[in-house]
Nanobody, 122 residues
Framework: QLQLQESGPGLVKPSQTLPLTCTVP??????????WSWIRQPPGKGLEWIGY???????YYSPSLNSRTSSPRNTSKNQFTLQLSSVTPEDTAVYYC??????????????WGQGTQVTVSS
Protein backbone atom coordinates (compact mmCIF):
# COMPACT_ATOMS: atom_id res chain seq x y z
CA GLN A 1 0.00 0.00 0.00
CA LEU A 2 1.21 3.48 -0.84
CA GLN A 3 2.93 5.20 2.11
CA LEU A 4 2.83 8.96 2.08
CA GLN A 5 5.51 10.99 3.88
CA GLU A 6 4.90 14.26 5.73
CA SER A 7 7.72 16.67 6.52
CA GLY A 8 7.95 20.08 8.11
CA PRO A 9 8.93 22.01 11.22
CA GLY A 10 7.88 20.58 14.54
CA LEU A 11 7.61 24.00 16.16
CA VAL A 12 6.03 27.15 14.75
CA LYS A 13 5.58 30.51 16.45
CA PRO A 14 2.14 32.12 16.74
CA SER A 15 1.12 34.32 13.80
CA GLN A 16 3.58 32.56 11.48
CA THR A 17 2.73 30.32 8.54
CA LEU A 18 2.95 26.57 8.99
CA PRO A 19 4.50 24.86 5.97
CA LEU A 20 4.12 21.10 5.55
CA THR A 21 5.03 18.93 2.59
CA CYS A 22 3.65 15.54 1.64
CA THR A 23 5.72 13.35 -0.68
CA VAL A 24 4.08 10.54 -2.61
CA PRO A 25 6.77 8.00 -3.49
CA UNK A 26 6.06 5.58 -6.28
CA UNK A 27 2.84 7.26 -7.33
CA UNK A 28 1.55 10.26 -9.23
CA UNK A 29 -0.56 13.02 -7.71
CA UNK A 30 -2.09 13.63 -11.13
CA UNK A 31 -3.50 10.11 -11.44
CA UNK A 32 -7.18 10.33 -12.30
CA UNK A 33 -9.78 10.66 -9.57
CA UNK A 34 -7.48 10.88 -6.53
CA UNK A 35 -7.74 13.73 -4.04
CA TRP A 36 -4.81 14.53 -1.78
CA SER A 37 -5.90 15.69 1.64
CA TRP A 38 -4.54 17.22 4.80
CA ILE A 39 -6.08 16.05 8.07
CA ARG A 40 -5.13 16.90 11.65
CA GLN A 41 -5.78 15.65 15.15
CA PRO A 42 -5.40 18.10 18.03
CA PRO A 43 -4.43 16.61 21.39
CA GLY A 44 -7.38 14.86 23.01
CA LYS A 45 -9.67 15.52 20.05
CA GLY A 46 -10.86 13.73 16.93
CA LEU A 47 -9.67 13.97 13.36
CA GLU A 48 -10.34 17.22 11.48
CA TRP A 49 -10.24 17.37 7.70
CA ILE A 50 -8.43 20.51 6.47
CA GLY A 51 -8.76 20.30 2.70
CA TYR A 52 -7.49 18.74 -0.48
CA UNK A 53 -5.90 19.32 -3.84
CA UNK A 54 -7.41 17.13 -6.53
CA UNK A 55 -5.68 15.32 -9.39
CA UNK A 56 -6.86 18.17 -11.61
CA UNK A 57 -5.15 20.78 -9.42
CA UNK A 58 -8.39 22.17 -8.05
CA UNK A 59 -8.58 22.72 -4.30
CA TYR A 60 -11.28 22.59 -1.65
CA TYR A 61 -10.87 23.54 1.99
CA SER A 62 -12.87 23.23 5.16
CA PRO A 63 -14.95 26.42 5.55
CA SER A 64 -13.57 26.92 9.04
CA LEU A 65 -9.99 27.03 7.73
CA ASN A 66 -10.50 28.27 4.17
CA SER A 67 -9.26 31.82 4.78
CA ARG A 68 -5.94 30.57 6.19
CA THR A 69 -5.23 27.59 3.95
CA SER A 70 -3.56 26.95 0.65
CA SER A 71 -2.23 23.71 -0.79
CA PRO A 72 -0.07 24.10 -3.88
CA ARG A 73 1.60 21.13 -5.50
CA ASN A 74 4.81 20.25 -7.31
CA THR A 75 3.98 17.57 -9.84
CA SER A 76 7.59 17.06 -10.91
CA LYS A 77 8.44 16.02 -7.34
CA ASN A 78 5.13 14.31 -6.64
CA GLN A 79 4.60 16.58 -3.66
CA PHE A 80 1.79 18.71 -2.33
CA THR A 81 2.04 21.18 0.50
CA LEU A 82 -0.04 22.76 3.23
CA GLN A 83 0.36 26.43 4.00
CA LEU A 84 -1.61 27.37 7.12
CA SER A 85 -1.23 31.05 7.94
CA SER A 86 -1.65 33.04 11.14
CA VAL A 87 -1.33 29.99 13.37
CA THR A 88 -2.31 30.00 17.02
CA PRO A 89 -1.76 27.42 19.78
CA GLU A 90 -5.14 25.93 18.76
CA ASP A 91 -3.44 24.73 15.57
CA THR A 92 -1.22 22.41 17.59
CA ALA A 93 -1.91 18.91 16.31
CA VAL A 94 -0.59 15.83 14.56
CA TYR A 95 -0.92 16.56 10.86
CA TYR A 96 -1.51 13.81 8.30
CA CYS A 97 -1.61 13.70 4.54
CA UNK A 98 -3.83 11.13 2.88
CA UNK A 99 -4.86 9.85 -0.53
CA UNK A 100 -8.58 9.77 -1.12
CA UNK A 101 -11.21 9.06 -3.70
CA UNK A 102 -14.88 9.90 -3.94
CA UNK A 103 -17.57 7.28 -3.95
CA UNK A 104 -20.71 9.23 -4.63
CA UNK A 105 -20.51 12.27 -2.40
CA UNK A 106 -18.33 10.60 0.22
CA UNK A 107 -14.53 10.95 0.25
CA UNK A 108 -12.73 7.78 1.35
CA UNK A 109 -9.06 7.62 2.35
CA UNK A 110 -6.97 4.64 1.28
CA UNK A 111 -3.40 5.63 2.15
CA TRP A 112 -2.03 7.83 4.91
CA GLY A 113 1.26 9.25 6.06
CA GLN A 114 2.58 8.42 9.51
CA GLY A 115 1.72 11.90 10.78
CA THR A 116 3.92 14.73 11.99
CA GLN A 117 3.57 16.60 15.27
CA VAL A 118 3.30 20.38 14.98
CA THR A 119 3.36 22.58 18.06
CA VAL A 120 2.51 26.28 17.95
CA SER A 121 4.28 28.08 20.75
CA SER A 122 6.41 31.11 21.34
Amino acid sequence: QLQLQESGPGLVKPSQTLPLTCTVPGGSITTNYYHWSWIRQPPGKGLEWIGYIAYTGSTYYSPSLNSRTSSPRNTSKNQFTLQLSSVTPEDTAVYYCAKGRYSGSQLYFGSWGQGTQVTVSS
